[in-house]
């Protein structure tokens, strides 16, 4: 039978024997250095034929079939000077600190499964014992089992670069030792003729848009330092029935459950200002209190991390409902362009990359109702593709249905290339017309709290900032600080009271308390206390036990435990909030409405329920 070998010098066609063995056939081709070579079964260079004893018919082997040559010097040489390139074309880029550490592991799969391996010395290798390439973990035990659809980013980037690169010769150049470069839908420049939206030419005319699944990750996992976390988070809308939203807050981490992986550690949530209704909310521009965050969070040597958000459905005895699931919709149209937003606003920084930027590390969690009435976190990152899409605004909420995506066509100052896709396995190139199937931008990510907390602020007494139900104030400050005297630093670990005393503090007194907290033996804790004795000052006096015991706030419980009330299981207890529901009723407002108003407002005003239900309807 005939076996066509490939080798950098071209491809020869050896006649061969299926009892031949692999070292017999190298030996009939010509000029062949047999001990400086590597033999592949696959042109992607995945399927490593290492062991030269073995036959054609065990191998499987057949007449026609290709195998392929590499020179070990040169393959090194070329990959060396890929990577020299790279990195001379990214000089001056800096990348996050995971990066940098993760670029310089190696990520291979080591397989430690001795009962498997055992047929020779201690220096050979075999199929069961060889390391495994990192990015095939989804078909690697135990990532398998655990439904691992996406492999980690920087496994992707070590199969473009070692699997996807197959050229033969040092000098060539293929798309995927290239640096990686974002997709424009835009029309590009062109001097044929004027911009666009005035012409476009077949030269500037951006490619149609295949929508694909994305098969890699930017984060693997989220994790949350303690579950009082999203249990304080949660508080607001327990009391309130109003949904709500915040940012993630803690830093980028090496995932240890994953080669190559990522993750998100939380320790923290900011609310930002919001308007929130019993069915959506609404993030309020605050440039000023952004800056702030940016500042305080540099000092912690933190970052926004991700963006979390409520959208909880609840009975009429408050047990949180199934609203997202396969039968109805996981994500809506609106969730998917929120996310995008935030992705493109806090892009991850890439050397191998012509922007110096590539995707994004930023996460979104959606809280909603799980089964029994529990409620349970969903962590996801909108896929590259849609990111990009909706950077180029190609796309909008349909009108008729909020889950679903539609291509803005007929907008005249927009260039709308067609989008593809196949589903179901089908060949069928189907277009979108306007609906864009949402399936293809959704990327799954892990999330999870440990069985063992370990809180970098171990402290959630002082009320989140943008909170309905307390209000963060000197007062409460100092009480907490008066009270904790003993265990000053263990109360001083609280995000929400550290960033109350940065926005109130002098820069050069929030420096001690923050040297303090870093175990500085410089600074004593007198000192502290005297920076904040402004504060304890303003302390009301302690309570009497009988009346502390009245006003203490409920301990953080579970989800399951203590559901929402809603504007039926919560009816007006007072004759005034009686009054403000009748007068309500008379301007024609149906009963239903005044009771979820009123609600929303926590009875404060029929002037503010007015305004509530006036801003739904606008």
């Known amino acids: 039978m005939i076996i066509r070998l ?19 056939i190298l030996q009939k081709a010509q000029n062949v250095d047999v001990k400086g070579s590597e033999l592949w079964r696959d042109a992607g260079r995945t399927q490593s034929l290492s062991n030269l004893n073995l036959t054609l018919a065990f191998l499987k082997i057949s007449h026609g079939d290709m195998l392929y040559l590499t020179n070990k010097q040169e393959e090194v040489k070329r990959k060396v000077e890929i990577e020299k390139s790279v990195e001379e074309y990214a000089a001056g880029f800096e990348e996050d600190e995971i990066d ?9 799969i080591r397989q430690t499964d001795p009962s498997k391996c055992g047929r020779h010395g201690p220096k050979s290798q075999c199929i069961n014992c060889a390391p495994l390439e990192p990015w095939l973990i989804t078909r690697t035990e135990p990532w398998m089992s655990q439904g691992v659809k996406f492999i980690p980013f920087h496994s992707f980037l070590r199969q473009r670069l070692f699997a996807k690169c197959n050229h033969p010769s040092v000098s060539s150049k293929c798309p995927f030792c290239q640096p990686l470069e974002e997709d424009s839908f835009k029309p590009a420049n062109c001097n044929r003729h ?17 929508l694909q699944k994305q098969e890699y990750r930017h984060v693997d996992s989220v994790v949350f330092d303690s579950p009082d976390i999203l249990d304080d988070f949660l508080n607001v809308w327990r009391q309130t029935g109003v949904q709500r939203c915040g940012f993630l807050i803690g830093k980028y981490v090496r995932d240890d459950n994953i080669p190559l992986g990522i993750r998100a550690q939380v320790s923290a949530i900011f609310t930002p200002p919001q308007k929130g209704t019993l069915k959506s909310v609404e993030l309020l521009k605050d440039p000023a209190s952004e800056q702030k965050l940016d500042e305080f969070l540099k000092i912690l040597n933190l970052r926004r991390v991700g963006f979390v958000w409520t959208s909880i459905e609840v009975d009429a005895t408050g047990k ?3 609203s997202r699931s396969a039968d109805t919709f996981v994500l809506s149209g609106a969730e998917y362009l929120i996310s995008s937003f935030y992705q493109n606003k806090y892009k991850s920084p890439l050397k191998k990359s012509k922007s110096g930027y590539f995707g994004s590390k930023f996460v979104s969690v959606l809280i909603t109702g799980g089964k029994d009435g529990s409620i349970v976190p969903m962590a996801y990152q909108a896929s590259n593709q849609c990111a990009w899409m909706a950077r180029d605004k190609l796309m909008k909420v349909s009108p008729s249905n909020p889950s679903v995506l539609q291509l803005k066509i007929g907008d005249p100052k927009i260039y709308i290339p067609d989008v593809i896709y196949h589903t179901g396995g089908s060949t069928l190139t189907k277009k979108a017309d306007p609906d864009i199937p949402t399936e293809f931008f959704y990327v799954e990510v892990s999330n999870y709290t ?14 989140p900032e943008n909170s309905l139900i307390d209000v963060p104030s000197p007062q409460k400050a100092g009480q907490i600080i008066a009270s904790g005297k003993s265990k000053l630093r263990h109360f001083l670990t609280d995000f929400h009271l550290l960033f109350f005393l940065f926005k109130s503090l002098p820069q050069d007194k929030m420096k001690v308390v923050i040297e303090f907290l870093d175990m500085n033996p410089s600074v004593s804790q007198d000192q502290v206390l005297a920076v904040l004795d402004p504060f304890v000052k303003q302390a009301p006096p302690p309570a009497s036990s009988s009346t502390s015991s009245q006003s203490k706030p409920p301990a953080p419980s579970s989800a399951k435990t203590k559901p929402a009330p809603t504007p039926s299981s919560a009816p007006a207890s007072n004759p005034k909030e009686l009054q403000m529901r009748k007068q309500l009723e008379e301007m024609g407002i149906p009963a239903e409405r005044a009771r979820e108003a009123l609600f929303a407002t926590n009875y404060v005003s029929v002037e503010a329920a007015l305004n509530f239900l006036m801003d739904i309807d606008s």
């Open 6 to 24: 490939t080798t950098p010098q071209g491809i020869q066609r050896l006649q061969t024997e299926p009892n031949e063995t692999l070292l017999q």
């Open 100 to 108: 940098t550490q993760l670029a310089k592991e190696e990520g291979w």
């Open 450 to 463: 440990p069985k063992v907390p370990n809180q970098l602020f171990s402290s959630i007494k002082f009320p």
């Open 320 to 322: 949180a409902l199934v």
């Open 194 to 210: 004027p911009p666009w939206p005035e012409a476009v030419c077949p030269a500037c005319r951006p490619s149609d848009i295949k």
